[in-house]
């Protein structure tokens, strides 16, 4: 089941974002890290009611924050549709012990037809670019790379942006 997310979810949603770091470390994959995702991003997500929480036998497996806001790194990026009436997709989770079980696409089919459902125009999202995984995940499901940005708290390595028109 797939809910908004409240604030006594944080501490789950922490636990399954750092399970997820530590299995990209060990994959050698520095994409997430101390700085990020931190506890002060999801209050602010279920603030702007904008995390959802994938829930399997009352247990949190998974994430993703579905916002309207796009971030001033976001700016450079030639997009395909006018900046007005977009979705952005940021934090998709799945705890690595629930991963390759359809759990992201479930998750990904859910703000698709969020997006579909709320007349946005297309969907843009960020994925890191030595996560090659991630790019062939969105790739297939038609997101087309746009250009690179960086988040110098985060990587040395940029960052692909990612739409799709609905």
Known sequence: MIRKGKLTDIISVLELTKACAIYMV???IFQWNEHYPSAQDFENDVNRNELYVLEVDKKIIGCVVLSTIMDKEYEPIKWLTKNSNNLYIH???VNPKHQRKGYAQKLMCFAENHAIE???????????SQNARNQKFYELRNYKKLGS???????????????KIL
């Open 149 to 163: 940005i960086f988040f110098p708290k985060q990587s040395k390595h940029p960052f692909y942006c990612y739409e």
């Open 118 to 128: 709320n007349n946005y125009v297309s969907i843009r999202l960020d994925t890191f």
């Open 26 to 28: 060990n994959n050698n």
């Open 91 to 93: 934090r998709l989770a």
